[in-house]
Each structure stands twice: as structure tokens, then as C-alpha cells.
């Protein structure tokens, strides 16, 4: 499952969104569960935003929000099964999410070094994703959407993130989408315009 990924300022920003979208500054980063990253969704007037929510879904009724360490992935055969810690956020609350890369810890090969995706050009990879506020404090969690991998990383992971292409981002966040319409965007993105190799990670903070 993917639990590392990185945002790197030099990436092509074409989002198909008006400019005002960028509300909050863009930085390099590395992300991690629990931790804050970019997030874009729709606020409550239905305009789109860009706004920072941790990383692992907090659904409304959870007791705590260290909930969230289990739900930093959600598979979409879970969404498709109505899954209770993503059911109401599948239904209201989709999202999208950014980076430039990501790192799958291989679960295919014994001993394998974790492996960094990224797309031969370095665009932008923008993620399906759901989000949730939680409790009085509103705090404000998110998770990725992970499906079969593709080609390319098939022979280290079987799983990777939801990719969305850019016709798509307005048909995941529009409140009107039909559930099955939805659950067809949740498929392995073709990996021959992506490059896979070792990944350099840095140390945790």
C-alpha cells in the first residue's frame, strides 16, 4: 500500500482549474500518514479549493483521530462494498490529491528495495482521494484511493494509487457523479509513460 509520496515544486501545475485554486503555498515535501498535505475538494459554497488535511481518513463517528493511522488507503473493491469508514465519504466527500511521485515498500519480492513511480516527465500524478472533518476541532483528514497495479509495477506491488487523468478530476469531484461512473475512474493507469527504479529515500523527521 502506498504510505510515502513526494511533492516537488518544479512539476508541471497544469490542474484544468481556474488560477485561484492555488489558495494556500506549494512546497517541496515528502508525505507520510498523519501528516498534513495538499488536498483539493469542494468547500461548502461547491467552489473547488486546494486546502492541508492529514493524511488517514478520520470518518465523523470515530472516537479518536488516531483512527486515521489505519486509513491512509482505502481500495476501491472497499468502496465498492460500502465500507463503513469510507462509505459516507464516497458517497459526499471525494477529493483529489498531488504529488510527483510515490514509493511502494515491494510486497512481491522478498528484500526488495522500496521503489519510487514518477512519470517520465515529472508532471504532476493526481490521486482519487476522500476526505472528512471530524470532530469540533474540524480536523480535516483525507485518503488514497489505491486499485490494481499496471504493468509497470506489477512485478514489486500489487497494489498502487488511483490515478485520474485530466478529464476526470471534474467527474470525481462533481457531488452528482453516478457511483458507477465513479468506481470506473478507479482503475491501473497505464504505466508506459511512467519510470519505476530505487527509490532515495530521506531520513524521518
Not at 179 to 201: F, K, N, Q, S, W
Amino acid at each position: 500500500m502506498c504510505a510515502t509520496d513526494f511533492l516537488k515544486t518544479s512539476a508541471e501545475y497544469d490542474l484544468e482549474f481556474d488560477d485561484d485554486l492555488l489558495t494556500i503555498p506549494i512546497t517541496d515535501r515528502w508525505n507520510y500518514p498523519m501528516r498534513p498535505r495538499e488536498m483539493i475538494g469542494r468547500s461548502k459554497d461547491g467552489e473547488v479549493r486546494m486546502t492541508m488535511a492529514h493524511w488517514g481518513l478520520v470518518p465523523f463517528w470515530a472516537t479518536s483521530k488516531t483512527f486515521g493511522r489505519k486509513c491512509y488507503n482505502a481500495r476501491d473493491d472497499s468502496l465498492a462494498q460500502g465500507k463503513p469508514a469510507f462509505r459516507e465519504a464516497f458517497k459526499h466527500r471525494r477529493c483529489l490529491m498531488v504529488s510527483t511521485g510515490f514509493i511502494e515498500y515491494a510486497d512481491r519480492i522478498e528484500g526488495s528495495p522500496a521503489t519510487e513511480v514518477a512519470f517520465k516527465d515529472g508532471r504532476l500524478i493526481v490521486y482519487a482521494g476522500l476526505y472528512e472533518i471530524w470532530g469540533e476541532e474540524k480536523y480535516t483528514s483525507c485518503t488514497m484511493i489505491t486499485t490494481e497495479p499496471n504493468e509497470a509495477i506489477d512485478p514489486v506491488h500489487s497494489r498502487m494509487p488511483a490515478i485520474l487523468r485530466p478529464d476526470e478530476y471534474q467527474i470525481w469531484l462533481n457531488p452528482k457523479s453516478d457511483r458507477d461512473e465513479l468506481l470506473t475512474l478507479l482503475r491501473p493507469y497505464a504505466g508506459d509513460d511512467m519510470i519505476v527504479h530505487a527509490a532515495a529515500l530521506p531520513a524521518r523527521k
